[in-house]
């Protein structure tokens, strides 16, 4: 069966910093992948997807990156954190198709501080 | 206007209660539709997906799609403690997923 981890839980780091977060999925190959971040109360909101290794689309311009090194490994980076950073960060995975459900992983609570 | 509109909630029911969740979308390209669970600090889980029209049943849950209404629901008999969590609506047209804000569910023993 299809897993997805994503590290690490909890993040607190203080403006201006550089940031790093890593999902990875195990049990497929080929997947579209996604970072979502989530406001307390609020809907979902996609920041980026990646259909292949090395593509990616960005949906929101913001001070986010997002890298696809290997097939099943999604990275979301930022040079200089700031403080509307802060929020719940949410990995995903999909077979092939944008109208496959996507599933989750268990997310990051980012704090800046 | 949203593309998808959800009732944020909370929704209080006593245990055992029938819950019905509850969004609205304006566009009539949408063919996808998807309920989510999700637990405090959790991921959202996929609980239904169904495709166009009509119903769809797991156990305790029912989903069903009304796209000449453009409206979906989710059905939960015999609710328990433990589905107190917050349900999001999602849906697609070729493209994109689009969510809805989420409905927080609270289940009283």
């Known amino acids: 069966s299809q897993t997805i981890h994503q590290w690490p839980a909890t993040l607190v780091q203080p403006v201006g910093s550089p940031l790093s977060l890593e999902c990875t999925v195990e049990?497929?190959?080929?997947?579209?992948l996604y970072w979502y971040r989530q406001a307390a109360g609020r809907g979902l909101q996609l920041l980026f997807y990646?259909?292949?290794?090395?593509?990616i689309s960005s949906e929101v311009p913001q001070n986010l990156s997002a890298s696809r090194p290997q097939d099943r490994q999604f990275i979301l980076s930022s040079k200089k954190l700031l403080l509307s950073d802060s929020g719940f960060y949410l990995c995903?995975?999909?077979?092939?198709?944008?109208?496959?459900?996507?599933?989750f992983g268990d997310g990051t609570r980012l704090s800046i501080l | 206007q949203k593309e998808v509109e959800q009732d944020p909630g909370p929704l209080s029911v006593p245990e055992g209660a029938i819950v019905s969740l509850n969004c609205t979308y304006s566009?009539?390209?949408?063919?996808?539709f998807m309920w989510y669970r999700q637990y405090s600090r959790k991921g959202p889980e996929l609980l239904m997906y169904?495709?166009s029209s009509g119903n769809k049943e797991d156990g305790r849950f029912t989903a069903q799609v009304d796209k000449s209404s453009k409206y979906i629901s989710l059905f939960i008999r015999d609710s328990q403690p433990s589905d107190s969590a917050t349900y999001l609506c999602?849906?697609?047209?070729?493209?994109?997923?689009?969510w809805g804000a989420g409905t927080k569910l609270i289940i009283k023993p």
């Open positions: 995903a995975w999909s077979v092939a198709g944008f109208s496959q459900p996507q599933h």
């Open positions: 049990g497929t190959s080929n997947p579209n």
């Open positions: 990646s259909v292949g290794i090395g593509q």
């Open positions: 566009n009539s390209a949408f063919q996808y």
């Open positions: 169904t495709y």
């Open positions: 999602a849906m697609s047209p070729p493209h994109q997923l689009i």
